[in-house]
């Protein structure tokens, strides 16, 4: 077991006032590499609170991205700009098929989605509309891939459906490798992020990555995991926000 | 030997959050108080905004999210700059004067401005805020530059403009004023016109993202 993840998507009180569904989705994979390495990958999404299908598009977008991610792994891709971008039109292509199923028109089908492709040798972001991806250094330090940036109002971002030249897609390649990152929705933003300096509030990490960090056993992620639900649905979150949120955090051994 | 780890005891997680502002949902009331409001309406109103602030009051995010400001006309008074509802103290308003709607439009679209340009210098996040007209007459000073104003915020998504005509109003006049389509009181229905408005004010102040401007339906207090 080289890497050590969990991670939820809670429902948030303004959507169980509301009769709705998380609308929030993560889901990660690892895939074994040569050389006894291990490549994760993982992605989570936000689903729009005013699309129709917005649960399903989290959900889809998700387990796409992840299936699209492990198939360029498997095949040892080189992951480069080129093919990083085709794996979000692929995905693009596929919630836009779902919306013409079910002949809506497909920003009933609005989310986010952001993700990660870890490789041993090279790591690889990409990430359309808010929320955000924070990497550990060596000392614990946490810094933000990207700073999220929400459009002019609070309650405004962008999709992946938006547009399919995909113009907000961020993609981030480099050859440094991670030892420990999280993802989250922007439900999560306004507690793990300091606003006016643009930083991570470390505290909220450093409560929670040094017991993932001592994880040796599944068993151990599984507790850990299930203790993150209790987390993210009690009160002192709920006392800060009422949208669904996910966080997933990752550690290498 | 590992050292055992209890992963069921040790803390996980902390309630050590990042102290950032809560995000702004500005809501600007443009309110006639001219002459012919005197008695019963004036009244109505006034009781209306009292449970404007005591429904805000009674949410937890929206009592720290919403921030009220009124202006009356006429003439044209600045009677509460912005606050969240637990600072807001309506005065009891009184009827009297002319009806200068070009001109509180005017101001009230100023001091929207401004108060975003307060929020984005220290670093508060916030919602798209409403403007909304409540009269019983129609304008009695020149009210083309206020609809252009209108117009060019509305047209820009720097706003949302509402008109809400009490029994008297020109309602010809507040068409051609408002981008979206003006809306007739039933009766002196301000109480119910409130609930409708502090209800919509929480769901546009609570996390949406990708939400326009969706109404609840006026249902109750609007001749429709």
């Known amino acids: 077991m080289i890497w050590k993840v969990i991670g939820q998507s809670v429902i948030g009180t303004s959507h169980i006032q509301t009769g709705k569904t998380c609308e929030d989705a993560s889901s990660f994979r690892i895939i074994p590499l040569d050389n006894d390495e291990e490549a994760l990958v993982a992605f989570v999404s936000d689903g729009a609170g005013s699309a129709a299908f917005a649960a399903r598009a989290a959900e889809e977008a998700v387990l796409k991205s992840i299936e699209f991610a492990a198939t360029l792994v498997e095949s040892e891709s080189k992951f480069e700009n080129g093919s990083i971008r085709a794996l979000a039109e692929q995905v693009y292509d596929h919630i836009e098929s779902l919306a013409m199923d079910e002949q809506v028109p497909k920003n009933e089908f609005s989310c986010t989605l952001l993700g990660f492709v870890l490789l041993s040798k090279k790591s690889i972001f990409l990430q359309i509309g808010d929320g955000a991806i924070i990497t550990g250094d060596d000392d614990g330090f946490f810094t933000p891939v990207w700073w999220p940036h929400n459009g002019e109002y609070q309650n405004t971002t962008t999709f992946l459906i938006d547009d399919p030249n995909l113009p907000n897609l961020k993609i981030k390649v480099t050859d440094a490798p991670v030892r420990e990152i999280a993802l989250f929705t922007d439900g999560l933003q306004m507690l793990a992020l300091n606003n006016e300096t643009e930083s991570v509030h470390q505290p909220f990490f450093e409560a929670l990555f040094p017991l993932l960090r001592k994880a040796t056993t599944s068993e151990h992620t599984s507790i850990l995991n299930s203790r993150l639900i209790d987390y993210l649905s009690g009160n002192s979150i709920n006392a800060r926000t009422d949208d669904d949120k996910t966080l997933l955090l990752a550690s290498r051994k | ?224």
């Open chain 2, 1 to 224: 030997m590992d050292e055992y780890i209890s992963f069921e005891q040790v803390p996980f997680g902390s309630e050590d959050f990042a102290d950032n502002p809560e995000s702004r949902c500005p809501c600007m009331l443009l309110l006639d108080t001219s002459g012919s409001m005197g008695g019963m309406p004036i009244r109505e109103l006034n009781e209306g905004i009292q449970t404007l602030k005591n429904e805000l009051q009674q949410d937890a995010l929206a009592s720290k999210r919403v921030e009220v400001s009124m202006i009356t006309f006429g003439p044209v008074s600045l009677e509460s700059d912005f606050q969240t509802v637990d600072n807001f103290y309506p005065k009891t308003l009184t009827a009297n004067g002319d009806t200068p709607i070009g001109k509180a439009v005017a101001m009230g679209i100023d001091m929207v401005n401004q108060r975003k340009q307060t929020y984005r210098e220290n670093g508060v996040g916030y919602y798209k805020p409403w403007i909304i007209l409540i009269t019983d007459g129609g304008p009695t000073d020149d009210w083309s530059a206020a609809t252009r104003l209108i117009q060019e915020g509305e047209a820009a998504n720097k706003f949302a403009f509402f008109a809400i005509g009490v029994d008297g109003a020109n309602m010809d006049v507040l068409k051609k004023l408002s981008v979206r389509e003006p809306l007739k009181l039933k009766g002196l229905m301000f109480r119910e016109f409130f609930l409708w408005l502090s209800a919509s004010m929480k769901m546009v102040s609570s996390k949406n993202p990708g939400e326009q401007t969706r109404l609840l339906p006026p249902s109750g207090w609007a001749d429709l």
